[in-house]
């Protein structure tokens, strides 16, 4: 069995790919450290974007049940 086979780490993507790879925040020239993202602060703009509901995956509608109410 190959040792390799278990590993997690993702492949190295072609040069073609890595060429004008910018933050999708701010478009600046993405770091390796906090790819995709530029710094910390980019990263932590998407995170609270996420947590407030700024971006949605839109699923299944959900019924209301006879007991709840909006309020």
């Known amino acids: 069995m190959n040792a390799d086979a278990n590993d997690n780490t993702p492949p190295e993507r072609p040069a073609k790919e890595q060429k004008n790879r910018v933050c999708p925040n701010c478009?600046?020239?993405?770091s390796e450290r906090y790819d995709p993202f530029c710094s910390k602060r980019c990263a932590?703009?998407?995170l609270?974007?996420?947590l407030k509901g700024g971006y949605v995956i839109p699923g299944p509608s959900v019924e209301?049940?006879?007991?709840d109410e909006e309020e």
Do not use: A, C, L, T
């Not at 209301?64 to 007991?67: K, V």
């Open 27 to 30: 478009g600046k020239p993405r």
């Open 44 to 46: 932590d703009v998407d």
């Open 48 to 50: 609270h974007r996420w």
């Open 64 to 67: 209301q049940e006879p007991g």
